[in-house]
T-cell receptor, first 118, second 113 residues
């Protein structure tokens, strides 16, 4: 079965440094999501793309976070500068369509990048 | 904003027992999804529900989309050790700001052999 690929799996960085995560969605999936999951919590949406366009970035801390999906395929999430409170799992997910009931295509997650900021 | 209340937060059961967990929402959802997450991994989809009243099974798992569209439950029958993990419900509305997939805080399941 096709998978959402994410790298790196683990990242340790010092506060104030820049860090970047990469995601390659399932082929053909137009919708791509970045979620942040703090330990013991459910995933929370940071940004959603439809093809190369941002659909929702209302929960993205734009002073330090940025995301792009230039060609509508893979995506990069960047944090600069990283803060201690950014330590979390960053999950990428993709789906065929924004509204899962439209395509009977639910969201599929990658295995995430575990970020530790020291 | 929309919130999901998932319960219980954690469960400790004996192998072979049945398990039930549920999610309730203050808002109507048009889609309910149930995921399982193992430590260090991303959530894996278990069951997707798209219609109010729908009852769907996947092996020993059964999930229902509540008639009011504000709740869903997941049942696991005859639990086994590999059922251990965190189970998340997720709901999606339709249109505008309702379109985001909202996750519950998870139910941590522990199974004693």
């Amino acid at each position: 079965e096709a998978e959402v690929a994410q790298s790196p799996r683990y990242k340790i960085t010092e506060k104030s440094q820049a860090v970047a995560f990469w995601c390659d969605p399932i082929s053909g999936h137009a919708t791509l999501y970045w979620y942040r999951q703090i330990l013991g919590q459910g995933p929370e949406l940071l940004v959603q793309f439809q093809d190369e366009s941002v659909v929702d970035d209302s929960q993205l801390p734009k002073d330090r976070f940025s995301a792009e999906r230039l060609k509508g395929v893979d995506s990069t999430l960047k944090i600069q500068p990283a803060e201690l409170g950014d330590s979390a799992m960053y999950l990428c997910a993709s789906s065929l369509a924004q509204y899962h009931r439209d395509s009977n295509s639910p969201l599929h997650f990658g295995n995430g990048t575990r970020l530790t900021v020291t | 904003g929309q919130q999901l209340n998932q319960s219980p937060q954690s469960m400790f059961i004996q192998e072979g027992e049945d398990v039930s967990m549920n999610c309730t929402s203050s808002s109507i959802f048009n889609t309910w999804l149930w995921y399982k997450q193992d430590p260090g991994e991303g959530p894996v989809l278990l069951i997707a529900l798209y219609k109010a009243g729908e009852l769907t099974s996947n092996g020993r798992l059964t999930a229902q989309f509540g008639i009011t569209r504000k709740d869903s439950f997941l049942n696991i029958s005859a639990s086994i050790p590999s059922d251990v993990g965190i189970y998340f419900c997720a709901g999606q509305g339709y249109g505008g700001s309702q379109g985001n997939l909202i996750f519950g805080k998870g139910t941590k399941l522990s199974v004693k052999p």
